[in-house]
């Protein structure tokens, strides 16, 4: 490419940035007519999906000065947005998350930005709404690093409607994929059931995986004892599979669960789970057991994986 080329197209994408700004109001004092500036809304948005993110994990992602961060979390906890704990082991590593206040505050930011958004869009004919969509995939595709879910998935808790989400998309994609008929279904109803009835929020964790709004994975981590957690519900929606999402799911229980103090992870999965399976070992799980059942209307032979914390 020449040099003028390249300075036109400069001028170009310089001349994108101004008017899109504009046009998200991000020059306003105050993003969204509220008080938090651009840098703080988006810090507000990451703690409020992921689950529980330690600040160099935010500073990383997000590219910012970590001693800018740190003295824009202080102002939160002052205005009592945020709150922190030490992780388990050591007291230098803290872990974020929304106070109740803080969640109320991202809920009118949330808000507020989709009836923006969804004004710009609604002056738009359908097709062009599908067009501009594309064209700002091919521009994060493009300017991005590849297909790497921190792109493009987020972590959260479990919202309502989620845990039912989370029995039906199990019982239609094994269904669809393997053949399993009601009764796996009918356990996963069971576990969801019982993480509800007996949940420790010390010690128990639900993770929901989200894209552009569409759930696209889950998974579980509970208490079995006092020393050992049990991996469950791992799940990635076909769409979404290829993108590294159930690794970075197993990765998150693993963390978690040392962070909790758990000396040992157990799961159980199934020899023709041939997917899930490779997470697992590439995790570090050893296969301790294999047995033969019929449980879900087919032959299967079901495999418990150990992994020591």
């Known amino acids: 490419m020449s040099v003028a080329s390249l300075d036109r197209h400069v001028r170009d994408v310089r001349s994108f940035n101004r008017f899109y700004t504009r046009q998200i109001g991000v020059l306003e004092e105050g993003l969204l007519h509220s008080p938090f500036s651009l840098t703080e809304a988006r810090v507000l948005f990451e703690i409020a999906h992921r689950a529980q993110p330690e600040a160099a994990e935010l500073a990383r992602d997000l590219g910012l000065d970590p001693g800018y961060l740190s003295r824009l979390l202080r102002g939160f906890r002052r205005r009592r947005l945020v709150a922190s704990r030490s992780v388990a082991g050591d007291r230098r590593r803290r872990r974020l998350e929304l106070t109740s206040h803080g969640r109320a505050a991202f809920a009118t930011l949330d808000r507020r930005s989709r009836g923006e958004v969804g004004a710009m869009l609604r002056r738009l004919s359908v097709p062009d709404q599908t067009r501009l969509v594309g064209a700002m995939h091919t521009v994060e595709r493009l300017l991005g690093a590849g297909p790497a879910p921190p792109a493009g998935v987020r972590l959260r808790g479990p919202r309502p409607g989620d845990l039912g989400w989370v029995v039906q998309r199990h019982g239609v994609v094994y269904a669809e994929e393997y053949g399993w008929d009601q009764r796996f279904e009918g356990l996963v109803a069971g576990v969801v059931a019982e993480f509800?009835?007996?949940?420790?929020?010390?010690?128990?964790?639900?993770?929901?995986?989200?894209?552009?709004?569409e759930r696209v994975g889950s998974?579980?981590?509970?208490?079995?004892?006092?020393?050992?957690?049990?991996?469950?519900?791992?799940?990635?929606?076909?769409?979404?599979?290829?993108?590294?999402?159930?690794?970075?799911?197993?990765?998150?229980?693993?963390?978690?669960?040392?962070?909790?103090?758990?000396?040992?992870?157990?799961?159980?999965?199934?020899?023709?789970?041939?997917?899930?399976?490779r997470i697992y070992q590439s995790a570090g799980f050893r296969l301790v057991k294999r047995e033969p059942h019929r449980q879900f209307g087919t032959g299967l032979v079901g495999e418990t994986g150990e992994l020591d914390l």
Not at 223 to 238: F, I, Q, S, W, Y
């Open 196 to 213: 509800v009835q007996r949940f420790d929020a010390r010690r128990e964790r639900c993770w929901i995986a989200e894209r552009e709004g």
């Open 219 to 277: 998974v579980f981590l509970v208490r079995h004892t006092d020393e050992v957690a049990k991996l469950r519900l791992l799940l990635v929606e076909p769409g979404a599979r290829g993108l590294g999402l159930g690794s970075r799911l197993v990765t998150e229980c693993i963390q978690f669960a040392r962070d909790a103090g758990y000396r040992r992870i157990t799961l159980w999965t199934n020899d023709v789970l041939h997917a899930a399976r």
